[in-house]
């Protein structure tokens, strides 16, 4: 059968060398995620969630295995590509939002959310930030600092940044960990629903059952001991 998924993960492995102790903090793992849908990470501390959200990021190289992301102009093969070419999938394909936010504080919200849009001179897609920020909640609040924000605000804005290139996969580390539960519920729902309307893949590690249980499929990984 031809596989149509937007993502395709295929027996990839990470082994970090520490001294003398190796871990194989990723081994053999295959997985694949379709245009629209969602698929959350879960397990202990250091089980590995953040290793293969940077690996799906092209931030870490593979051992082994091989990811794939279909874009429309066509198939990116992460084994096949140099650190430059995954740098650019990263920067034109992948959206990211982390537990802490990463605002640039120098920034506005508006500032925030238009940088990406800005880096990659698409006018066309930094037009549409003022909107996003209002569907967000946010549309008083769009020349306010971070430091002005709450952290659900915050969290917000940076879901906004991570969606105004549209695309096609979006990864979140524990974008709610520092939330307490309504703007959890809140940020959570945001993520979703815009993945899914915006037919983005969306790969979101959480320790939050509450929020791993809205995902499509749910891929649960073992603490990790050194060899
Ligand atoms: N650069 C590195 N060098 C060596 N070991 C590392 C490195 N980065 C992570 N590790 C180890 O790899 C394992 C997985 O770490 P990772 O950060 O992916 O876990 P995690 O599931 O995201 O944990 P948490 O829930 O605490 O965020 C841990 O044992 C960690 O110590
Ligand atoms: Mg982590």
């Not at 794939?68 to 096949?80: Q, S, V």
């Not at 993520?191 to 791993?212: G, K, Q, W």
């Amino acid at each position: 059968m031809t596989d149509t998924s937007a993502l395709s993960v295929e027996n990839i492995s990470k082994r970090y060398q520490d001294g003398n102790r190796q871990i194989d903090v990723i081994r053999d793992l295959s997985f694949r995620v379709a245009a629209g849908e969602s698929l959350s990470v879960t397990g202990p501390s250091g089980s590995g969630k953040s290793t293969l959200l940077n690996l799906l990021a092209g931030l870490l190289e593979l051992d082994s295995g091989d990811i794939i992301l279909r874009l429309n102009d066509g198939p990116f093969t992460y084994r096949h590509a140099d650190e430059r070419g995954r740098t650019r999938l990263r920067r034109q394909h992948i959206g990211y939002v982390y537990q802490f936010f990463n605002l640039v504080p120098t920034l506005t919200a508006l500032e925030n959310v238009c940088l990406p849009a800005r880096l990659n001179r698409r006018p066309d897609l930094e037009q549409r930030a003022p909107a996003l920020l209002e569907e967000f909640g946010l549309g008083d609040r769009l020349h306010d600092y971070p430091e002005l924000l709450s952290g659900g605000e915050q969290q917000r804005v940076a879901v906004a940044r991570s969606l105004i290139l549209k695309p096609t996969l979006l990864l979140a580390d524990e974008p709610t960990g520092n939330l307490d539960a309504d703007n959890s519920s809140h940020v959570a729902d945001l993520l979703f629903s815009s993945c899914r309307d915006e037919n983005i893949s969306l790969v979101i590690a959480t320790h939050s059952n509450e929020v791993a249980t809205r995902a499509d499929s749910t891929l649960h990984l073992d603490r990790k001991s050194p060899c």
